[in-house]
C-alpha cells in the first residue's frame, strides 16, 4: 500500500541526519511504499540543503516542499494537507525533532493500517491522551474529512484514548 509520510521540519540541522538515518531504516523495512513529503517551513539554517542531499542520495520517493518564509507549524499543515488531499493514500505524519509524532508511532501506526481509511491521531501525552486543545483540532479535521467524503478510521481502535 502507498503512504505519505509528512515531515514538518524548521531549523533541524542537528538533528536531522540522525532522524533521515532512521527515516531510510523504517522505510527499507516497511511493508509499505512510502513517499516521503519534506515540509520544511522557512527554515534559516542548512536543513533545505540537507533534506535535498538525502532525497537525491537515498533513491527514495521523496517531495519537498518549501515556505520561503517560517509559516509556523499551523499554516504550514493546512497548506500541505490540502495538498495531499488530492492524493488517494494515506498521510502519516512524523516530527524530525521527536517531540511529538515519533518514529515509533510511526512505525505503530503504520502497521494498523486498513486499506482505503485514513487514520487520524494527533499528538497524545506517554499514557496515549489527546490534550483537550489537540481534540478540538482533531474533531475538527474529523468534519473536513467527512464533508469530503473521506473514509476515517478511529484512532481509539489504536489506543489513543482521548483527553481524561
Same mark, same amino acid.
Given at each position: ?9 524548521? %531549523? ?5 541526519? #540522525? ?18 513529503v519534506l515540509l ?26 518549501? %515556505?520561503?518564509? %517560517? ?47 485514513? #487514520? ?45
Amino acid at each position: 500500500m502507498k503512504i505519505n509520510v509528512l515531515v514538518p521540519i524548521y %531549523n533541524e540541522e542537528e538533528s536531522l541526519d #540522525i532522524f533521515l538515518s532512521e527515516l531510510y531504516g523504517w522505510a527499507s523495512q516497511s511493508e509499505h511504499e512510502p513517499r516521503f513529503v519534506l515540509l520544511d517551513d522557512g527554515s534559516t539554517d542548512n536543513t533545505k540543503a540537507m533534506i535535498s542531499e538525502w532525497k537525491d542520495k537515498s533513491g527514495l520517493d521523496v517531495l519537498i516542499r518549501t %515556505n520561503q518564509i %517560517n509559516l509556523g507549524l499551523a499554516e504550514s499543515l493546512r497548506n500541505i494537507y490540502t495538498e495531499l488531499a488530492g492524493y488517494s493514500s494515506p498521510v502519516l505524519r512524523v516530527d524530525a525533532d521527536g517531540e511529538m509524532y515519533t518514529l515509533e508511532s510511526l512505525r505503530a501506526i503504520s502497521s494498523n493500517l486498513h486499506k482505503g481509511k485514513i #487514520i487520524i491521531a494527533q499528538s497524545h501525552d506517554k499514557n496515549g491522551y489527546l490534550g483537550k486543545y489537540e481534540m478540538k483540532k482533531y474533531e475538527k479535521f474529523i468534519r473536513f474529512a467527512r464533508k469530503n467524503g473521506m473514509p476515517l478510521l478511529d484512532p481509539s481502535s489504536l489506543g489513543y484514548q482521548g483527553f481524561p
